[in-house]
């Protein structure tokens, strides 16, 4: 996957003993074929022990003092099960 930008942000898992990590994310676009297909993606690419560190690597990075969320819903998923054929339809329409 290709990432449109990076952040750097606070470690929330730092319960492992470090304290003041950062944590640099890949942002994208789940491709056609997830089921989160067009929303904002959000990858955990490396931990380091400071924003300095992170930077070096990541010069492109924006450094944040939050976490930032994707956003992800499942509202555009249906309610009840469907079988093959209509899931078909559903998610890649019937104009074959």
């Known amino acids: 996957m290709k990432y449109t930008h990076y952040t750097i ?37 490396d931990r380091f022990s400071s924003v300095e560190l992170a930077l070096k690597e990541y010069p492109e990075a924006e450094a944040v003092d939050h976490s930032i969320s994707a956003g992800n819903t499942f509202d555009h998923l249906p309610d009840t099960e469907m079988n093959a054929y209509e899931e078909e339809n559903y998610f890649y329409g019937d104009d074959k």
Do not use: F, M, R
């Open 9 to 45: 942000e606070p470690d929330k898992q730092s319960n492992i003993g470090l304290e003041n990590t950062v944590v640099v994310y890949g942002w994208g676009v789940y491709p056609q074929s997830s089921v989160l297909a067009g929303q904002q993606s959000k990858t955990w690419l």
